[in-house]
């Protein structure tokens, strides 16, 4: 059984950065696909980084200000998240699935392990 746990949210000033961090149970990166995703009070779960073996995808809310990066040794999975903006307000969730699917890695039902969230809270 995969487990995942999520760490990093806090208190950010607007415009600042934070890091989430993922940690997984095992050694799952070199065939499992990772990724983050979001929920915003009121909103749907929304994908926002996603990353297999080195091949990268980002939702246009977060290019160019959020990082997705993984760490093999460590067995952990990275957000680095940059210019913040209220609107990047959310529970932030890693998920975790077998195999590479590009054209849905934004969809949270093709994921299977979940993390139970981290908060980042409104940059003030």
């Known amino acids: 059984q995969v487990q995942l746990q999520e760490s990093g949210g806090g208190s950010v000033q607007a415009g600042g950065s934070l890091r989430l961090s993922c940690v997984a149970s095992g050694s799952i990166y070199s065939s499992y696909c990772m990724a983050w995703f979001r929920r915003a009070p009121g909103k749907e779960r929304e994908g926002v980084a996603n990353i297999y073996r080195g091949s990268k995808s980002y939702a246009d809310s977060v290019k160019g200000r959020f990082t997705i990066s993984q760490d093999n040794a460590k067995n952990t999975l990275y957000l680095q998240m940059n210019s913040l903006k209220p609107e990047d307000t959310a529970m932030y969730f890693c998920?975790?699935?077998?195999?590479?699917?590009?054209?849905?890695?934004?969809?949270?039902?093709?994921?299977?392990?979940w993390g139970q969230g981290t908060q980042v809270p409104s940059p003030h």
């Open positions: 998920a975790a699935a077998v195999g590479w699917f590009p054209g849905s890695w934004y969809v949270p039902a093709r994921y299977n392990h």
